[in-house]
């Protein structure tokens, strides 16, 4: 189980929506509400884009340290300002408590964070590496799925169509689990960024998927929180994704339809498709 | 909130105690039940004694991971055998997450672990470190208030007899606290041992202390549980002082009353008296 | 032994003076050249201000990991502009690896780091400590001298005149060093800021200080290094200051003199005057 | 470039050869002298072996700190004996610092540390990878070469004969390069144990490799320095292994000839033999 929380608006200083905040992720980190599990504890991290473009590629500070006692992300938040960045909270279940296990994982532009599992990783682990482009694999440094499937995503098209690849890894993993014999079955909230969009993954193969929600609009939550200063700032172009409400109050937080993918563009435009994984044969994949 | 265990019995392998427990001390770090916070995951310490005294200095093993995730916290406690240990999980409150900061504290053949806080302690931080006897000032390397307690309790006598010293530090800290016009409080249940015996202490100013519990009589325990494997394995030897029990059975765990003091000596001798403050003049506490 | 840079100048891309260079900081940590030891390997910070002014407060990244190890740090040093800045690598000399040792040390706006060390410390600790004003005594958190002398320069007017006040801190401690027939050695060289101005320190009671180098007049050094690219960039209002040169190019180093504080404002302003410990009474001090 | 060291012999406490040795491996983890770099810093481990057999499993402690700077190492150094151990410090070159990439590697009952590094290792890995037994795959968690080769050895049969099944590892590993057009360069020194021996190979496909050394048999060092107290508790019995010697007395170490593997046995027999990496065919590698 892990949390996360995605910004694409006007340009903030990071600590409003990790510090300041009622319910933000670092107070998920140890309280969660709606994981599996209350304890974030195996690390975090944070990508954020600049504002003015001229680095395209994000930062990423990533630590083994439960996000609630880190003393340089409290640093980092309170002085970078961004309008687009990514926080993930970790609840290792069973890989390692390390950097490189940490969400987001980049790849050049791109970021992608993760909340859920796949069931049987480690039996899968090897047939999923193979169907990984071959100049990928020695990326892979740490041992999740999730940079697994973001490897996969990465060799299936993510660069084009981020969406698209995802439904053709998740349909690679599905089919490989069940070819295997193992048991199948995908349990992901998705966030994706490559600077200029956001997109959102909600999707379980079987049962309930992890939660998930976007942030209504903005003119909507005005109306109905007239009075809250917190509101009166935000603009019509700010959107938030986010694995679970910052706060308790009503209109504000949207849930994101299971087996939906949600893509956020500037402005506060916000699209939703069903997420469907798509087959694609094994060999194929794996002679790459 | 912090919460700790000790052990004083026949040798065991300490990862019997940790981890193969229902609601063990590691268990604790991720769901105590009985503290002010389920979470216990600001760093760890466990400190534990040889079998046959060749070195009579306990050996500390302390890190800012969380217990929970410290691969080599499994790999000591599944390797190494101990009659008497001490082992701690740390839930910060304000002071960072160092080391330094992790219990046991240990001097020569000594070691501290503490589950509790002083009220206003910054404020009170110059005035108790005055009334440290000024050739341990220099010892000592972390921020916590539980180091401090301990600097003052070896001043007042602690290797001659640890309840009286400790009786002689809450009463000089309550002094300091009352007459500086601060918050008086200490709230704290103390572990302490000098590898022969094991002393514990709960206690708070006014109001609930900290929870505290020592194992019953091995016979009662048998008696009411004649078919468990583990318990078979006891010997009259044995006992455990822990913050919250690690399980539910009934007969199996003694609360210790608020305002006492009770030292274990082997052969499994329990003793318990009052735990009363000493009022000592400060000034000759600051002299030193 | 440690080693630090300060840079004060045109806004540039951090990574351009950590690992962009040739003996840069970064590198020194793995091979400093005229320090004690040529590893300094016991943690490392970074402070930067920003360059609006919109948070007078600087950002201060400080990790226990070599700096030639940190991924974090490469990656805030290839995202992070700054026009004021200073990074600093440490070699412990007996205090623990720990964040709240590593500098810069910050007080409000203020940022203080330290090359060298006070001769008995460890014997100077308690009379140092008690002279730091009562309100600054709960603020040092870690257990190193330098944070008790940037205690002590914060008690005696740091925040009215930097090197006045480091003149009466650095003679309160040989005062006290001496009169408490102690070994009388501040070995030192400090580089301070307030988001304006750059000061340098390079000191030592006897014998030779540690070494400290100013970076040349720009059309100096553009004059006898004219194809250099890098230099073709610098404008007249840029000046370094660090604990050993990054290039062995002559003239565009120049020494700091033993016994001297140096003064460095926008527009590439230098002022030099010598630097003279101030005997203060050692009673007042404490009293206060 | 690394630094190990293993010890086969009496039962001794491990401090002795880590810390009160003239130049030994946590002297070596700062100054080396023989390597290519005098620095490894990038943590390190050691592997023990009880004394009683009781637990035929080593135990593992590995830190990604520095062993000059751990806290923890010197504590349980202090305080652990052992009849068998390793000990390894980690130069990285390239790959991430984490508790993962530390060696000694462990399976069952057996350790592995190497010193050395695989030429174009990153271009190898995924074909090195899928020579590994599908079984073991999912075990290999971090990204160093070092663990791909223990990988390798144990599916070629190291538990049944170490020095075969590296001679085949690197076999391999040497035809893959060379059939993938890679650089075919295998620098290594490998220490090996299950707990009853330790085996040490020294192997360069070209070039000088990495220094390796044994320790001489304990008569010859007494008759040298018949004299030296730490000379006089040496029983026949015990050897040393080291990436380089812990002093300069001369007759105490023999260097071990390149190409070469070492077998010691209890009772300090010790065994050499040439090594001499096996053409397998990749195809049955791959295919198993």
Chains 1, 2, 3, 4 share one sequence.
Do not use: K
Request: glycine share 8%.
């Amino acid at each position: 189980m892990c949390r996360w929380m995605a910004w694409l608006g006007q340009q903030v200083l990071i600590d409003e929506l990790l510090f300041q905040t009622e319910h933000g992720i670092v107070d998920q980190s140890l309280h969660a509400r709606m994981g599996a599990e209350p304890t974030n504890g195996d690390g975090f991290g944070l990508g954020w884009y600049g504002a003015d473009g001229a680095r395209p590629e994000p930062c990423v500070y990533r630590s083994v340290a439960p996000a609630w006692s880190d003393a340089n992300l409290r640093e980092l938040a309170a002085h970078i300002e961004s309008p687009l960045f990514m926080a993930h909270i970790r609840a290792a279940i069973g890989s390692p408590v390390q950097e490189t296990n940490c969400h987001p994982f980049r790849h050049g532009r791109w970021l992608l964070v993760h909340n859920g599992y796949l069931a049987d990783f480690r039996a899968l682990r090897r047939d999923l590496m193979l169907a990984v482009d071959p100049a990928l694999f020695p990326l892979v440094e740490g041992s999740t799925d999730t940079e697994v499937v973001f490897a996969l995503a990465l060799t299936l098209g993510l660069q084009d169509d981020p969406i698209a690849a995802l439904e053709r890894a998740v349909g690679l993993i599905e089919q490989t689990a069940r070819s295997g014999g193992h048991e199948t079955l995908v349990q992901a909230t998705f966030g994706i960024s490559d600077g200029t969009c956001l997109w959102a993954v909600r999707y379980a193969t079987e049962g309930r998927a992890r939660s998930l929600f976007a942030s209504s609009d903005v003119a909507a939550i005005r109306q109905l929180h007239p009075d809250n200063p917190r509101f009166a700032r935000l603009s019509p172009d700010d959107r938030l994704i986010v694995s679970e409400p910052f706060s308790d109050l009503p209109g504000v937080w949207r849930e994101i339809p299971q087996g939906t993918a949600v893509t956020i563009r500037r402005g506060g435009v916000i699209e939703e498709r069903s997420f469907r994984p798509q087959s694609i044969p094994l060999a194929s994949g794996a002679a790459r």
